[in-house]
């Protein structure tokens, strides 16, 4: 059931980020040829043209991080509370499966906006050293510690740093996602009610968060890689990041399981 | 015939000041087609949400075929809101391909045929329908699956007469004779010579729950006449 729901939530949510991606790549070589043509230009008319087709540039940009981030946000609204709903919460599927499907597919579309979004810049700068010039980079701040550190800690690195991006994201999600679901559970003031579950929830999630950094200091890991380690030991580096990112992983686990429990215990369509 | 359904000590209410449903007690049988009467406001479609697992009881119990509400009976229950429910930019082939993927008792070529009939190509997006046609592939959508409920709730509201006569059709023809349908409706003269049962809800109490038949024998009237006669304002 659980790929029923993925390819199901796919096909409901693909076409806006689809068409948002495929206009961004589309206007980006556009852009490009603007910034060419542009100090060329001695008319004044056809020069502000070519400027505000330049920044239309920003606004297609707005718009894919818009798609990306908040369109799942209404998607839920729409198909978890509003009319698609009565769809959504008659189907002969746990509540849980359904959140796991909605959280893979938020997933995926972060994936897909971190593979697109960079591509589409490089063509608009029609500039790809990036791909190449990163492992310079790499190269040269491993150099400067004096000693030659290993492509696996380094991959180690991007990877986690990546983790704790992605789990970062999600949390903020599915704390909305709570919240709204908190807020319908109620037959009145759902919207000042859904304000409220935002507020408790991260205030939650905020003295947890104090907590485990109490603990981490406590235990000694946080102030030998903060103070001592983490400019001089990227390794400690890694330690580190590791346990934020099992800690952030574990906070959006948590999000998605609090909302999965409020839509399952508390559902109220009216 | 077994009772498909049992509801037993149900209370529901909305807030603290509307209470809709206290001890509530109701049993459907299997092979019935039930209709569900009442006045707007009168619990008809708080029950049916209860029954398709839209709502949760604020106490008592809700078992269909001998199971509480939850996926395993949502898999048994077929279920038509009085409201469009599809997500609208999608195409009909994408609809019916959802209902294959999630039901298995889903007949897609039957669903495919009776649009057809309608001129209803797959390829069509949903939003580009007609309001009169939206419900039809609605109800062509629910009415094709082998369920053991199937739950209508106003489905001839709001359509015209021709229209209610399709739908009242197929709802007939389609339906898998060994489940029941319970339709709630206030429209009672279109709808009453199909009904076994009728089931009067006045204020979230079951005043009368009965067959049809038996209860136009007694009265000497029809439904409709004796539904205006209990709900007189």
């Not at chain 2, 429910?85 to 999608?90: M, V, W």
Request: net charge neutral.
């Amino acid at each position: 059931m659980l790929g029923k729901c993925i390819k199901n939530e796919i096909v409901n949510r693909y076409k806006p980020l689809l068409l948002a991606y495929i206009v961004q790549l589309v206007y980006s070589p556009i852009y490009h040829m603007l910034a060419q043509i542009q100090p060329h230009i001695t008319n004044n008319y056809i020069g502000m043209l070519v400027i505000l087709l330049r920044i239309m540039w920003v606004f297609i940009n707005l718009g894919v991080l818009g798609v990306v981030f908040i369109y799942p946000l209404v998607d839920f609204r729409n198909r978890m509370f509003k009319d698609q709903g009565y769809l959504t919460n008659t189907l002969p599927v746990k509540t849980s499966t359904l959140m796991i499907s909605r959280a893979i597919t938020d997933i995926l579309t972060y994936i897909s906006a971190a593979i697109v979004i960079p591509f589409a810049s490089c063509i608009a700068a029609m500039d790809f050293s990036i791909y190449r010039d990163v492992a310079h980079y790499i190269s040269d701040f491993t150099d400067s510690f004096g000693m030659r550190v290993s492509p696996a800690t380094i991959i180690t690195f991007i990877i986690l740093i990546g983790v704790v991006i992605l789990a970062s994201t999600m949390i903020s999600q599915w704390m909305f996602n709570a919240a709204y679901a908190f807020g319908h559970s109620f037959s009145n003031n759902k919207r000042a009610m859904s304000v409220v579950g935002m507020i408790l929830i991260y205030l939650i999630f905020q003295v947890i968060g104090v907590i485990f950094i109490y603990i981490l200091s406590e235990t000694g890991i946080a102030s030998e890689v903060v103070f001592n380690g983490l400019d001089n030991n990227i390794k400690a580096a890694n330690n580190f990041l590791a346990i934020i990112s099992v800690f952030e992983v574990i906070s959006s686990i948590g999000c998605i399981a609090l909302t999965g429990w409020i839509v399952k215990n508390k559902l109220n369509l009216e | 015939m077994s009772n498909l359904v049992e509801i037993s000590q149900v209370e529901k209410e909305y807030g603290r000041k509307k209470q809709v449903f206290t001890n509530l007690n109701l049993s459907l049988e299997s092979g019935k087609i039930i209709g569900l009467l009442g006045p707007n406001g009168s619990g008809k479609t708080t029950l049916i949400k209860m029954l398709a697992g839209l709502l949760k009881q604020d106490a008592g119990e809700i078992t269909i075929n001998g199971q509480k509400v939850g996926p395993d009976t949502k898999a048994v229950v077929s279920y038509l809101p009085e409201r469009t429910y599809f997500n609208e930019s999608l195409k009909i082939k994408n609809l019916v391909n959802m209902f294959k993927d999630f039901y298995a008792d889903f007949d897609e070529a039957r669903a495919y045929h009776m649009m057809e009939l309608l001129k209803i190509e797959p390829e069509m997006v949903f939003k580009k329908l007609s309001k009169g046609n939206k419900e039809k592939v609605q109800l062509i959508m629910v009415m094709s699956r082998r369920a053991k409920l199937y739950l209508l709730d106003e489905p001839i509201a709001g359509v015209d007469p021709a229209a209610r006569d399709y739908i009242l059709q197929t709802i007939i023809t389609n339906y898998d004779t060994q489940g029941s349908i319970l339709i709630s409706t206030h429209l009672i003269s279109d709808i009453e010579n199909i009904l076994d049962d009728v089931i009067f809800v006045k204020e979230g109490n079951i005043v009368c729950h009965q067959n049809a038949d038996t209860l136009r024998n007694e009265k000497g009237q029809s439904v409709d006449e004796i539904f205006r006669e209990v709900f007189r304002c």
